[in-house]
């Protein structure tokens, strides 16, 4: 009774300050900082074309694309005319846009995202997950580390694509309960592919099981752990977002050479330089990896971004 009571209170605190989308227009419009989002709250929404009439209320737009590292995204004026027009922003959280995205927020004087991180129009990603990596003391961010909160790069586990959609689900159905049974269907159609997938992606990745490799970024450890592939516990950058010095470079080829590293993963905006000087000095071979929706022709969506990776890195291990 009480816990209802809260609810109805909490949502006529929203209705009062104009948080609520309205039902007479129905109009919906979802801002996300990550290209991740948008292509999941897009599988909720049900959104297929510009066309696509039972969606046409609604628009998804996200601000980093694909191509770009997402830590630093370079901020544009447009930016800021796109977040004051949002009723809802879903951002990952735990450090990834956590550089570049509150001062936009700040500059689009839009009341429905300077709320408090657990209202229902600002939802950070990183609430629906657990996260790997979780620091067990004191964060102190003059070591320059950007994975200070744990590691941030959560969709990129299957499991927890469910999960993240899972989640939208829930806020979607709050924000525009009429729509509701429309996102719940969406939601199960996205996880039964998700589940159907599994097994075809297990069985591709199977020849990789256990191998050796190293990446430029601390990106792809929930991959790996979802996968069975055997990510070294050094990178390229000798902290995350550090770019690789001489002298890391220098102690890192003999670790990669006795540990039998056989792929080195780079995403698509990373510095090529380093990569191939490494690869030239141990037997790891560099095979680019998209992170995120975008990140290489083909990605279109969640399904095919994992499809495109499992097929880069089996490829690549196959040629090696
Ligand atoms: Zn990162």
């Known amino acids: 009774m009480r816990s209802q009571f809260q609810c109805w209170l909490r949502i006529l605190c929203l209705a009062c300050l104009g948080l609520l989308p309205s039902q007479a227009t129905a109009t919906l419009s979802i ?22 009439a039972e969606s046409d209320e609604i628009t998804i737009t996200s601000l980093g694309r694909g191509t770009e590292d997402l830590h630093f995204v370079n901020p544009k004026p447009s930016y800021i005319r796109i977040l004051n027009n949002a009723d809802v922003l879903i951002q990952n959280g735990a450090g990834v846009d956590e550089g570049w995205l509150p001062p936009l927020i700040a500059a689009s004087r839009n009341p429905k995202l300077v709320l408090s991180f657990d209202s229902p129009t600002r939802i950070m990603a990183a609430q629906f997950v657990d996260m790997l990596q979780l620091p067990s003391t004191q964060i102190d961010r003059s070591m320059g580390d950007i994975h200070l909160l744990g590691h941030p790069h959560f969709h990129l586990s299957p499991t927890n694509a469910i999960l993240i959609a899972k989640g939208l689900t829930e806020k979607f159905c709050f924000l525009q309960p009429d729509s509701c049974s429309r996102f719940t269907r969406n939601l199960n159609t ?12 297990q069985k591709q990745m199977k020849p990789l099981r256990n191998v050796n490799v190293i990446e430029y970024h601390q990106t792809f450890a929930y991959l790996a752990k979802s996968f069975g592939l055997g990510l070294v516990g050094d990178e390229l950058e000798p902290k995350p977002g550090i770019p690789p010095s001489a002298a890391h470079i220098r102690k890192l080829i003999p670790r990669m050479n006795a540990m039998d590293v056989k792929l080195l993963l780079i995403e698509p905006f990373h510095e090529r330089k380093t990569p191939t000087f490494i ?28 499809d495109t990776i499992v097929s880069r890195l089996v490829l690549a291990y196959a040629s090696h």
């Open 31 to 52: 801002v996300t900082s990550l290209p991740e989002y948008e292509a999941l709250a897009k599988e909720i929404v049900g959104w297929c074309s510009p066309l696509c």
């Open 190 to 201: 996205f996880e039964k592919r998700i589940e159907k997938k599994l097994p075809i992606w």
């Open 279 to 306: 690869a030239q000095q141990t037997k790891a071979k560099v095979v680019i990896i998209p992170s995120t929706i975008g990140g290489v022709p083909g990605t279109d969506d969640y399904i095919s971004l994992i």
